[in-house]
Nanobody, 122 residues
């Protein structure tokens, strides 16, 4: 499985961006796509996760500002980010694989995409 992430960029505080992550290859092994981010000097953290069943999960820091959605037929997920703040600046990574169980969103999946930089400026 290969993941192609896109959509990062430079935006001012309060601005918005949309990230996309498209899975290709043997995508029968994919039923969930998540976004992680890593800021300089910090650990990688989960931002949001989407399952092909329609479930979504968010980190507390982005609830109400970020929205994740996806298209099962395309094995593609989108992350709409609004009201961006300085703390949202990071490299955002797409992560996909097979999620199962009640905690389907709490662990990292098998496949990773390249990172895309999101920079929020003042």
């Amino acid at each position: 499985v290969q993941l192609q992430a896109s959509g990062g960029g430079l935006v001012e505080i309060g601005g918005s961006l949309r990230l996309s992550c498209a899975a290709s290859g043997n995508t029968v092994r994919v039923n969930a796509i998540a976004w992680y981010r890593q800021a300089p000097g910090k650990q990688r953290e989960l931002v949001a996760a989407w399952s092909t069943g329609g479930d979504v999960k968010y980190a507390e820091a982005v609830k109400g500002r970020f929205a994740i959605s996806g298209e099962d037929s395309k094995k593609t997920a989108y992350l709409e980010m609004i009201d961006l703040v300085l703390e949202d600046s990071a490299v955002y990574y797409c992560n996909a694989g097979w999620g199962a169980g009640y905690d389907w969103w709490e662990y990292e999946y098998e496949y990773w995409g390249q990172g895309t930089q999101v920079t929020v400026s003042s």
